[in-house]
């Protein structure tokens, strides 16, 4: 953890986190929230600790993302619930990667959970709440003017790219890294980085000897033991390593 940062005017509250000015315009201060939403907002409820689970998953991971060549937004974590981080204008087009087919795709396409994908799959939705994020192509993204062609060949091979980090990082600690959601947001310099967080709540983690369900779909299925699997991916993801 670092010094601590002056906090600035609240810039953006989320479902999950607060996004807060710094006394350095290119700054902001990320506070981790315990709220939980599900299914657009329908199913509200808090889970206990999780914001501080999701900051130290999330600064776990993210240098090491950093060192394998993906550049994102994190500088420092700060304290329990709080980091530090390039502030950057969010490209509304969420990114999705799949490896193993579950949850939406599953239900659009008719296609069992669990199936195992031939290779990833990137997925483009629209990042809009009322509209409850639809999915979209990259000729709509580029049409709307939410990214450039260019971008979006930036931000699939930057996906693809934390994909082949993470798929082996996680296995490791035997978590099958099912599916998970990217934002990626453009600097003052015009440079994509990947922001937000990754985190129980945005991606798929299956215990890979139990086949357990150790993410946010705990809390959208009503499976129970919320707190005590988010604990269990923060357990593993600092786990040493043989
Ligand atoms: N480095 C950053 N600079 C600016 N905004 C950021 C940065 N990282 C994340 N954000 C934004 O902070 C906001 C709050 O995060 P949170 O996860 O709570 O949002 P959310 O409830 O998922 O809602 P939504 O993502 O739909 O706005 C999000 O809009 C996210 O895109
Ligand atoms: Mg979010």
Request: proline letters at 4%; charged letters at 30%.
């Amino acid at each position: 953890m670092s010094a601590p940062v002056e906090r600035g005017e609240l810039r953006y509250e989320g479902k999950a986190k607060r996004v807060y000015a710094t006394p350095d315009p290119q700054q902001y201060v990320v506070e981790y929230k315990d709220d939980a939403t599900a299914f657009n907002g329908q199913k509200r409820d808090q889970i206990l600790g999780k914001g501080s689970v999701n900051n130290a998953i999330t600064s776990a991971l993210y240098p090491h993302l950093e060192r394998a060549g993906v550049p994102t937004h994190f500088i420092a974590q700060l304290s329990e619930r709080e980091q530090l981080v390039r502030a950057v204008e969010i490209i509304p087009v969420e990114v999705v990667v799949r490896n193993v087919a579950a949850g939406s795709f599953s239900k659009r396409l008719g296609i069992t959970e669990g199936t195992l994908l031939a290779r990833p799959i990137v997925e483009y939705y629209y990042k809009s709440d009322v509209l409850g994020d639809p999915l979209i192509n990259t000729d709509t993204a580029i049409s709307m003017g939410w990214a450039t062609d260019e971008d979006l060949s930036t931000i699939k091979a930057l996906a693809l790219k934390v994909n082949a980090f993470l798929t082996p990082y996680f296995l490791a600690r035997d978590i099958r890294l099912i599916d998970f959601k990217l934002e990626f947001g453009k600097t003052h310099d015009g440079q994509i980085v990947l922001a937000d967080e990754i985190s129980p709540d945005t991606c798929r983690f299956w215990d890979a000897v139990s086949g357990e369900r150790l993410d946010k779909d705990r809390f959208r299925r009503d499976l129970g033991n919320v707190e005590g699997a988010y604990q269990e991916m923060l357990a593993r993801v600092t786990r040493e390593q043989a």
